[in-house]
């Protein structure tokens, strides 16, 4: 919040995605660390298209290393927590039973080939 706080609303900057209030903050990160145009946050950070204060308008250096490395960082944590999924659901189907027996699978063999008799 205190580093772009107070940068004017632009194209990806508004009142829906800011940083003007906790709330708001979170909700733009988690947006940004999806990766829903955290590109066009970051440019509208640097404040190119500003002609306010500079308290207003942003810092190009802290906007390109603060989304650089929070998007390096939040990517990596997504990642990790999606193979973790996986791993854990390939984990847990290795110790149950796949409920298909040897006599599901003659069964069904029979039933195909009345449909497809050559398949």
Known sequence: MSLFGKINHGEFINQHANFESFYNSVLTLFRASTGESWNGLMLDCFGYECSGSSEKCGN??????????????????????????????F???????????????????ITWSKFAPEG
């Open 91 to 109: 984990e847990s189907a290795e110790d149950e039973e796949l409920g298909v027996n040897k006599t599901d699978i003659d069964n069904y063999v």
């Open 60 to 89: 190009p250096i802290y906007a390109l290393v603060f989304w650089l490395s929070y998007t390096a960082l939040a990517t990596f944590v997504f990642i990790n927590i999606f193979i973790a999924v996986i791993l854990e659901k």
